[in-house]
């Protein structure tokens, strides 16, 4: 019984191989007897050989030089992207600035700037004139209060009753000020 089994397990096997590995492609023939395995047909697939391999050397250092080429314009590639980018980025800061000036003129500037410095002096003149004003304002207080505390301490005399050393203590406090 194994050996039955066994036996058409085999002959499976040996029609698969006949079939599929074994088997001749069409339009494959065999060579003539009167031709030696070695004959020029050998030698011609030697030569052609040799040939395709110079071929193929050629074009593998044709490849390497295109290859070493394509590097080179890479780089020169992104190096001009760069400017290109660095270029682009300057022309829009001018362009910019084009256009302030072309919004606001230089006569429209200069007018705001003429007007601007009119506005502080006449600001300044005021400021000025305040403090002068204060400053003399200060000045009469300090003569009527230094005036009214000599009349206030000698009140009893009167101006006509004043001495000559009172009056002149009187002007330098007053010259003082």
């Not at 490849?63 to 682009?88: F, H, I, P, Y």
């Not at 600035?97 to 705001?112: G, I, R």
């Amino acid at each position: 019984m194994i050996q039955s089994s066994l036996d058409k397990r085999l002959a499976m096997w040996e029609k698969y191989c006949l079939r599929h590995c074994f088997t001749v492609p069409e339009g494959f023939s065999l060579p003539k007897n009167d031709e030696l395995p070695g004959s020029s047909s050998m030698v011609q697939d030697t030569l052609s050989d040799a040939d395709a391999d110079a071929e193929l050397d050629s074009l593998r250092d044709k490849l390497t030089l295109v290859g070493a080429e394509t590097d080179k314009l890479n780089t020169e590639l992104k190096e001009l992207e760069r400017q290109s980018a660095s270029s682009g980025h300057c022309a829009g800061l001018i362009n910019e600035a084009l256009q302030l000036y072309e919004d606001t003129s230089v006569h429209d500037m200069f007018q705001e700037m003429i007007q601007t410095a009119t506005e502080l002096r006449v600001k300044m003149q005021k400021l000025k004139t305040r403090q002068v004003e204060r400053m003399e304002c200060a000045q009469s207080e300090r003569i009527y209060n230094s005036l009214n505390d000599y009349l206030t301490r000698n009140q009893d005399k009167g101006l006509s009753n004043v001495k000559l050393d009172d009056l002149q203590e009187f002007l330098a406090e007053l010259k003082k000020m």
